[in-house]
């Protein structure tokens, strides 16, 4: 059974980092293109960062220069370092694989941006 289970949100101000981790079981995570997504309140969920197996990257436009995705293989866990917080950027963070398997969704990790 695959669980991926998300955690390290928080509130923060404007300007501050969170540092979310993404932890894989069940799936060998570093065989996949691992993502992470987030979804505001009223509006659909988006991809905002990828990492191919091979440690490729791709970001949403929004996040570009602000957020970096990486993994440790070892730990098959998956980070999504954000810095430079806006309060655009608040909402509910979920890792899946790219592209998601429905199931695999787990709880997310609230992120609010706000002073």
């Known amino acids: 059974q695959v669980q991926l289970v998300e955690s390290g949100g928080g509130l923060v101000q404007p300007g501050g980092s969170l540092r979310l981790s993404c932890v894989a079981s069940g799936i060998i995570s570093s065989l996949y293109i691992m993502g992470w997504y987030r979804q505001a309140p009223g509006k659909q969920r988006e991809l905002v960062a990828s990492?191919?197996?091979?440690?490729?990257?791709n970001y949403a436009d929004s996040v570009k220069g602000r957020f970096t995705i990486s993994r440790d293989n070892a730990k098959n866990t998956v980070y999504l370092q954000m810095n430079s917080l806006k309060p655009d950027d608040t909402a509910v963070y979920y890792c899946?694989?790219?592209?998601?398997?429905?199931?695999?969704w787990g709880q997310g990790t609230q992120v609010t941006v706000s002073s």
């Open positions: 990492i191919s197996s091979g440690g490729s990257t």
């Open positions: 899946n694989t790219r592209p998601p398997v429905a199931k695999y």
